[in-house]
């Protein structure tokens, strides 16, 4: 349904109530629960069929919120810093956890993740609930996160009461997750906000292995979803590191039926296969915005091998990079 201020009204009872509610973020659509109603949030780990293991940010409509509802057990003074600068936005900041926060919330970790989002309706659905809202992903686990509210309807039919349309996620990848929990800041999860902006604010700013590399067996991941490999399409994607000629011909040598590219847009053209366009080259803020949906379009189809373009590291690519890598299930052949 549309966001309208009733229907809001509506939604932010329903939450306050224990009833989970499918809505749109800056980043990705959000399945939301009250976040201090541990059965509440149970149920989003049945609806997603999501491993208990893997916590949930908690998402507010004002900073005072963390505080008032006890959330966190000290503000670090760094959070201060990210807050200001980056608040409300795609920035998830770990933090000490507070008496409030159930068990089902930080999966039994100390620690939990606080999200201020940006998107209008978010903020105005948090503050009729006036409650914080756990709300991972409304996708189901292992699908591509939601990026408009069709995809939400396509994973949750029948399995939430509400799904509030707020049209396509503007950022179109999940938030930036930064732990404040560790002697050096560490980026868990790159997203809207960037590893040079956050070394901007904070300084020194470490990077998980597991933002760019592939666990090893029985290491123990700092951000619970990245031991999961995320978003795979059915299709085997592979991607291919080269220059554009090298990936056009590596690709149209290959071309059949079965086979797909997923390219950058001025690809299109020159390609012999199905291919699924996810922005310009260079045009990071597209890419991260497309990304999701031309997984899922390739899942629509029988295609049983894709091609993918291998993303850049800087800025917000590096967001698309590590969603990427992970649909391949790390298997990138470079062309020299
Ligand atoms: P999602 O809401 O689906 O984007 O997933 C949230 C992700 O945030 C999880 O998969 C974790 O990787 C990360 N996360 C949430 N809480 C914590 C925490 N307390 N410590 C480390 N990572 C966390
Ligand atoms: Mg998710």
Redesign the pocket.
């Given at each position: 349904m549309l966001p309208t201020k009733e229907n809001i009204t509506t939604v932010g009872r329903a939450l306050r109530q224990g009833m989970l509610a499918g809505i749109p973020t800056e980043t990705v659509y959000?399945l939301a629960a009250n976040a201090l109603d541990g059965a509440a949030v149970a149920e989003i780990f049945k609806a997603k069929g999501r491993p208990m293991d893997?916590?949930?940010?908690v998402h507010i409509s004002d900073f005072s919120q963390i505080e008032r509802f006890s959330l966190v057990r000290q503000i670090p003074e760094k959070a201060y810093l990210l807050a200001r600068k980056f608040w409300p936005g795609p920035l998830?900041v770990?933090m000490p956890?507070g008496i409030a926060i159930p068990d089902e919330v930080?999966?039994g970790?100390d620690?939990?993740?606080i999200r201020f989002p940006s998107h209008p309706v978010t903020k105005a659905v948090i503050a009729a609930a006036d409650r914080p809202l756990a709300?991972?992903?409304a996708n189901t686990s292992g699908s591509p996160?939601p990026t408009t509210a069709g995809h939400v309807y396509h994973d949750m039919q029948g399995k939430i009461p509400y799904i509030l349309d707020g049209g396509i996620c503007e950022v179109g990848v999940?938030?930036t997750?930064i732990?404040l929990c560790a002697p050096v800041p560490m980026l868990?999860?790159p997203g809207g906000i960037t590893l040079e902006q956050l070394k901007d604010v904070l300084g020194d700013v470490e990077v998980n292995d597991a933002v760019l590399h592939k666990l090893k067996d029985g290491e123990k991941?700092?951000?619970?979803?990245?031991k999961y490999k995320h978003y795979a399409p059915k299709a085997d994607l592979i991607l291919v590191k080269a220059d554009d000629d090298k990936f056009i011909r590596f690709v149209n040598d290959r071309a059949d039926e079965k086979t797909g590219a997923l390219c950058y847009d001025e690809d299109m053209p020159l390609l012999n296969v199905r291919s699924f366009p996810f922005g310009c080259k260079g045009d990071y803020t597209a890419q991260a915005n497309r990304l999701f949906d031309a997984l899922r379009e390739i899942d629509e189809t029988d295609i049983q091998t894709v091609y993918g373009r291998c993303p850049d590291t800087q800025g917000l690519a590096l967001a698309v990079y590590n969603r990427l890598i992970r649909s391949a299930g790390f298997e990138v052949i470079e062309l020299a």
């Open positions: 959000g893997n916590p949930l940010i998830t770990i956890k930080s999966a970790l620690t939990v993740a709300a991972p992903s996160s999940e938030s997750v732990t868990l999860r991941a700092e951000s619970p979803g990245m």
